[in-house]
Each structure stands twice: as C-alpha cells, then as structure tokens.
C-alpha cells in the first residue's frame, strides 16, 4: 500500500488533521489501532471547550485554544453535532481565591478574551441556584462551551471520510522504516504503508511512534475518573462550574453534557499503565467530595456510568509539541496534546496543515498541495427521534418513507432502528456495540444496554453478515457472547441428573 | 385506526394481562392494550423456570406456561393488542403518544389508562462497581434473555454479584448449560431474594454463596479476565485485607430492580422515593384520576402470582372509575411505614366501598427478624389490629389485612410496624 500521507491515531487530533488535510488533492491514510475512532483521551474527557483564560498566551496551549475557540459553532453546525456555548464559572470562596480570580482574568484579557467579568453576591445564585452557599465569587467566562468529543471526533471522520481519506481500523503502527534520515513508510501489522510523511498523533502512545523514528520524549499518563448522572439531572446547573485551578489541573467541575446529563469530575493522578482507564474508589470519592465543593447536593440515587480517561503528559513539560521532527524529513509530532487540546483542535490542525506545506516543499516539491474543489464541508443531518419527541408529525413522515425509523430499539435513549441502521453504514461505519453507542446513544442511558443490547446485536450480526457470537462490545477479543447453549455441556461432558431437585 | 378508548394498558406483562383481562369481567368495553416486544407475557416468556402460578392457579408452571394462561383468555375475549409498540409519552389528560413501524405514530385518547410498563434492572454503574470496562458484564435478565430466548451462552465462568431472585436463578441455569458459577457475592448478611430460591438455584448445586461480600475491583482489558472480591463490615465497606482474586470471564448482576417510571413522571405523577412507582390508593390509582398503575412499575413484587392479583385490582377499580358511581371518603387515610418497614402500598385509602370487608396491605421490611407481630397503629398510638409472623425478610414481600371496620369516619392515620414478638 502507498500514500502521500500517514497519520497515526484515530483520536480528535488525529482525525481533525485528516479533515483538515482532505482538502488538498494527496491521498492521505489515517491509521488506528482499535476497532473505531475516539477510544482513547478523546473518549473519557470533560468535553469542554474552554474560553481560554488558563494558558499564558505565549505558548501554543493558550494561543491555539484562543484561535480555536471562536470557530466552533460553524464547525459544529457544520458536522451537525451539538455545540452549547454555555458558560463556565470558576468558583471562589475566600479573599485567597478571589486574588487568583483576578489573576485568571487578567490573563484571560491579555489574551484577548474581552467578556470575562467578576461575579458576586446574590446575583451568582441567580446563576446557580444549586451552588454551594458558601461560595462568594466566580470568574464568568461567556464564550465557554460543551460538546461531545467523541461525537465531534467521529463527525470529523465522518468528514474526512467523505472527502477521500481512507481510515484503517484495528490497524497499529509497529514501526516507522526510514531510510537515510527520511520517513519511508509504516509498519503496521497490516503489513507496510510506503509514505514519505507520517503525522504522530497517537496520543498517549506518541512517545512510542516518536522513539521507532528517533524523537525522544516520555508521556506518564494522568488519570482523570468522572461520574454522569441521569438526564434529568442535567439542569441541576447551567453552567460549566470550575473550582480555583491548580498547576496540575483545572480540577473537578460540575457541568450538564450536551446530552442533558450530568458530568463531575475528573480528578487526576499518575498511573502507570497507558491502556488502563479503570475506575478506583478511592477516585469516586475523591470525585463525589471534590464536586459537593461547588454543588452540596448531588443526585447520587441516579448515578448512570463512570469512565475514566488518560492525559497524555510530558513530565516538566507544560506544551503542546506540535513540530516536524528536527531529527528525520517527513515526520510530524503532534504530542502532549492535553488539556485544552480538544478546545484546540481547529487551531491545530491548521498549524499542522502549514506544518506539512512545508515539509512538503522540503521533501517531495513535485507533490502540489492543491486545493481539491469538491471538498465538503458539511456533513448530512440525520433525523434522530429523541429530538423529533415535540414534532411527531415530521417523524410520521420519515417513518412513512422509512419503517426501520419506527421501530424504537433503545427505550432509555428513544433510538430507532433506522438510526442504528444508519450508524452501521455511515462514512465511518460502526462495528461494535460500543461504537453504536457513541454514534447514536444506544445503550448509553440509565438501563446502560440491558434491554437493547441483544437487539442491536442482532443487527449487527444482520448487517455485517456476521455469527451472533463474532459480534464485539469494542473489537476483537471483546465478543459478547461465548458459545451457542448446549455446547459447553457436549465439549465438558458434564450433566446434571435428574435426581437434582430443580 | 380506531384512536379513542375507554382503557389503555401501557405494557403487556402479568400486569396488563390481568387488567386486560378483569377490566372486561367488569363490562370495560374498549380496551387497547399496547405491546413494545413481539411477543405478550413482559419477562415471563425468558423465565423458562418454573414456580409460578402456585398461588394463583395452585399448580407449579414455568413462565411462559403461566403467561400462556392469559394470553390465551386474551385471544377470546376480543381484546385490541398492538405489538411492537413503544408508548412515548403520556399526558395528564390521558393523551398517549406511541410508535411502531406499520402505523408510524399513534395519538390515542382514552378514558382510563393503567400504567404497567414492569421494571429495570440496576447496573453495575448505578452501583459504581470500580475497575474497568470489559466485555463480560452483564445483568442478570439480559443473561437470560441471551441464554433463553437468542439461545446463546454469554460466558465460562461466572461470579454473581447480589442475591436477588433472578442472579441466583441465572447461577443455577449457567451451571445446567455447563458453566462454571465460582460464586454468588451478597453485601448483606442476608439472601436479597427469595428463600426457595436460594435453596433450590444455590444449595442445590452447591454453589456458593458468599454473604457480606462484594466486587471491589472487575479487571479485563477486552473480556472481564478476575474480579476481587472482600468481605464488607458494618457500614457494608470492604475490610483490608479480606480481598481474593477470582477469575471468571463473566460477571453478572443482581443488584435490584427499579420501577420503569420515566413516563409517569413526565406526566407530572408524583413518585415515592421508596418503591421509585407511583404514590397509590387502594384501587392503585395515582394522584391522577382515571390513571392507574399496577405490576413492578408500582413496586417490585417477588412473585407474578402477587402482580396478577394486583392487576386484577387494577381492572375491577377501572370498571367501577368509568361507571362513575365511587363514593370518596371525607378524608384519605394514609398509612404509613413505621419500625423495620420500607414501605407499604397502598399508600392511601380514599374510598368508601359498600360490601368491602377488608384492604390488602402489601409491604417490605428493611432487615429480617424472626418471630415478629406486625401492628397496626392509628393517629393516637393504638394498635387496630396485630398479626405474628414467623419470619421477616426484604426478599419476601408481607402482606396482612386491614378489616374495613376498623375504618371509622375520623381515622387519618395508620403506622404498620413490625417488631420482635
Ligand atoms: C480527564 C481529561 C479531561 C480533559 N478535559 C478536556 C476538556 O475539557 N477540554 C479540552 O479542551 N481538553 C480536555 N482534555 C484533553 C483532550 O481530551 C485531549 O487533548 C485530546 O483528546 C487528545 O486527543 P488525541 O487525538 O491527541 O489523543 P487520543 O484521543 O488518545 O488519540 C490517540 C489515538 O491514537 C491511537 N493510537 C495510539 N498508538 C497507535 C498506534 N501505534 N497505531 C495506531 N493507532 C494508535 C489510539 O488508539 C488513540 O485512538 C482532557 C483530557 C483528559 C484525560
């Protein structure tokens, strides 16, 4: 296999750069090593797209976080995904506090952030009524917002699909073969991609894919757990609420997911294992108290999942490393990508579009970066029922042309069949339950898949023509069931009488 | 489409089977019972055990035998059933909105509605199990489903977290399809379910059950590989140093249920925080009128033989609701949960009912208790009237009498409390 471009990392960043670079007329290759987009940090994240008041505006995380933030209600309309520029407040309760406060703003304003204003007394529970009592002042950032990032990571692909990037799941890079100081190609165990570029976008895995091409850095994982609540909790503040930040994190907020659910979290510490993103005790709690700081009275009794996610952290160093190798011709890094890499993500990738203009004068002068004509921008609404719940008689409509929209699979959630349909064969199709979940929200609410899950694989074994017992929750090695009934008792032998009383 | 009725019945279980079914015993003219499976019978046609029906029809039948019974009944007397069709919205002025695939959306008026949609199992993220998230997690019920209706084994080796009715019952069925069930956790000292559940799912096949223990820690990367497990002390947290490692490929959950109310609440009825259904009076009719609700969506029975009855209720109270001829007491009695009691439903008595000699209480106890007199007290401490039971226990629902003379004009309150005799 041959290609102009590989990127390594089906992440945000990865697929952003692969929308961002279908626009030129080179034939780009995105490579991932699960069985879908956006099973690593782009997963288990806050979904915040900061104001960008945090990072000092002389390195890339505040520069390109600033860049990046005004552009998301056209990118997301564009996508067609939810976008709310709900606001964040940051929480202070002393005189300490509201001199970090000042401290916040006055960066935020160096950046050129102009509605940030001080709020206090009782005009801050109007705001939020449900805010702890004791809190006395917050940093009102307006132009903050929340999104779903793995719905905007999938979207992107979905984007980039359409206009020529070819996406290879469960594919790993195993190695970069370069020959005299210049990228030639990836080893994955697929076999080789020959390329002359190689964009690093592997996340927590960079500094692996950085090293096979002689770039050192090493990432230590930072593990950050959260808790989501039911939806009809999501209104129980209507803000993203932050507590005072510290030099490790923004600590752990309160805010409503674009879903309607309710988000605490993340708490973080260091964790050795990359590929870990279990849930602790210890960090639940931690979680439940840090977030009981800013709302007292949380609704534990409807507790609907809690995941973990893993930043991707260069010990001592406090940037985005976004850079073409000064090492090898024809390989990028795009590493370090924490927090605010996902309120960055336009931003980056435009600088990694100029990043790769010039490395391609530098390495392959005859490859023309010309801009294809028919690049789409937008993608496609798709009708989803659970927002068609106030005007049925449009959704009549589509089930008359339709029927699969009228059989309702996921009750929680008010999915239809024609939506699950849909997931199984959009640009970046859906294999797995997991990966209908992120897509449609299958089996992402309160029964968490109980009732829907052997409904939707059976679909999928359907759709993809494949056995009942081949169909994963994420990939392979992760298959539901194990065998059909009655075999476990012809390999074992082993019977139970009739004598056992039943 | 015919789109008015007298009654809707939202959910086709042993609920709505009965209601169906008693509602037209009682002159009820047009039914419409709504469907969202293929097939009637809610969980009962995957409950291919038997024990059902002893109280009812006093004979032992599995659960597609028992759902049969009125399904059967419901062929013959001409009632509308409309399968595959998921009811999405109710109104306070009994306005229904549902789906299928042949009709696309259906406005329905009705004069009565029945809410008996059943209920939801808990998961392992309602109770925060830590560690990571695998293939291999599974609730009890959807097990089973995959086992009995798809016919496909979800795993090897098992261990069971909780000691409700349907864990023990998938620990027995894993083990007679082959599996190995290497344990049954339970946090408290005691069995959550039934008592002739355990003996004949648990003891008899010698599996073990381990009381004030749980899961602290699944650990798999793409399949559940072991779970740790630590006996729990008091305050039902894990003691250091009691933790064991089994490895098991599958985990299942029996954690409890919880009423399906979603719908009942967007209709703006009020729930109690207790049984998570619908606040009731003795004909399980809520605070709306003409709204009614009956079955594990009101509070979750442990027997489908209660749940039958309790339909049965339920369609009686709809018949006498659409005469229009009910006559209300001056004041509601309301009856509360006093010592060792969860809760009682109904939660009020509101009518006077010629000829009635007595009200079932239903209700559960919080912690077991040997040799027990139940009371029950009125608004100045008086004990009404007192039952002994020989034991107590939250797996088994109680019920007891209330004889309607007892019912004086100026009665508010009565307190049932269960007590060591
Ligand atoms: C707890 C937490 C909270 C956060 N909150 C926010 C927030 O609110 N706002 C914000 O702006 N940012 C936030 N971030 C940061 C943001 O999530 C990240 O910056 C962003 O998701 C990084 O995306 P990525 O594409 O670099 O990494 P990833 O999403 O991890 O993508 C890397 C991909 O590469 C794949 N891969 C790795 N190695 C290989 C290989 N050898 N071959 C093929 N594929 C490979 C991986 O499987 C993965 O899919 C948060 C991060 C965490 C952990």
Redesign the interface.
Known sequence: MKTDVVIIGGGVIGTAIARELSRFNINIILIEKEDDVAMGTSKGNSGIIHAGYNDDFNTLKGELNIKSNPKFDKLCADLKILFKRIGSLVIGFSQEDFRKLKELKENGEKNGIENLEIIRGPKLFELEPNLNPQAKYALYAPSAGIISPYKFTIALADNAVINGVKVLLETEAKDIRIEEKQVYGVVTNRGLIETRIVINAAGLHADEIAEAAGDNFKINPIKGEYQLFDKQWGNLVNHILFPIPTKLSKGILVAPTVHDNLLIGPNSYWVKDKDDPATTKAGTEEVCEGARKLVPNLPHQDLVASFAGLRADIEGRNDFIIEASKKIRGFINVADIESPGLSSVPAIAEMVSGILKEVVKEISPQLELNCQDDFVETLVEQPKFADYLDKTGEWQEIVEKDTDYGEIICRCEKVSKGEILRAIHQPLPARSLDAIKRRVRAGMGRCQGGFCSPKVLKILSEELKISPLKVSKKGPGSEILKTKTKEIIKETGVKFKDEVRV | MKLEYDLVIIGGGPAGLAVALEARRNTVKDILLLE?DKYLGGILPQCI??GFGVQYFKEELTGPEYAGRFITKLKDCQINVKK?T?V??ITSDKRI?A???????L?IQSKAVVLAMGC??R????I?V??????GIF?A??AQ???N????????EVVVLGSGDIGMIMA?RM?????RVKAVLEIMPFSTGLIRNKV?CLD??NIPLKFNHTI??I?G???VEKVTVAQVDKNLQ?IPGTEEEISC?TVLLSVGLIPEN?LT?EAGIKLDPVTRGPIVNENRETEIEGIFACGNVLHVHDLADFVTEEGEIVGRAVGEYLKGNRKFRSQPIKIFPGDNIAYVVPQHIDFIVPGRKKIKLFMRVKKPEERVKINLIDDKGRVLTAYKKRIVTPGEMVSVFLPEVLLDDKLKNITISIKRD
């Open positions: 969202r055990h038997n595959e998921m999405i919205n909105i789906i299928n695939r042949d009709d696309g959306l406005h939801r199992e998961t392992r993220e309602a925060a830590p560690g990571s998230r695998p293939a609730t019920g959807t489903r995959y086992i209706i798809e016919g496909y084994m979800p795993g090897r027995r083990t007679l399809e082959g599996a004949q008899d096949f602290t820690r650990e990367g793409k399949r894990a490929d979603e609440s």
